[in-house]
């Protein structure tokens, strides 16, 4: 059974930090997948925020991040992170971590993120 747990979220003042972290079951990163974070702030649709493959650090991030968020993976705890530095208020969203297995999209319960001014 495939579960993804994010953990992380929380209060923060713009220009602040934060590092989420998703652990994931049911399968390993060996097998190569592509990990990502998404958000959905109020009001707004989910939006990508930055993917990178299992087996090695290659992936994408949305221009809104670059320069700001990091997402990284630790293979032996099959854990992938996102590290987000000088936090907007618009970075407030919900934070969901998404894999997709065999053609089945899996998502995690999701993290508040708050930034305030």
């Known amino acids: 059974q495939v579960q993804l747990v994010e953990s992380g979220g929380g209060l923060v003042q713009a220009g602040g930090s934060l590092r989420l972290s998703c652990v994931a079951s049911g399968f390993s990163f060996s097998t190569r997948v592509v990990m990502s974070w998404w958000r959905q702030a109020p009001g707004k649709e989910r939006e990508l925020v930055t993917s990178i493959f299992s087996t090695d650090n290659s992936g994408d991030s949305a221009d809104s991040v670059k320069g700001r968020f990091t997402i990284s993976r630790d293979l032996a705890k099959n854990t992938v992170y996102l590290q987000m530095s000088s936090l907007k208020i618009e970075d407030t969203a919900v934070y969901y971590c998404?894999?997709?297995?065999?053609?089945?999209?899996?998502w995690g319960q999701g993290t508040q993120v708050t930034v305030s001014s």
């Open positions: 998404k894999t997709r297995l065999r053609g089945i999209a899996y």
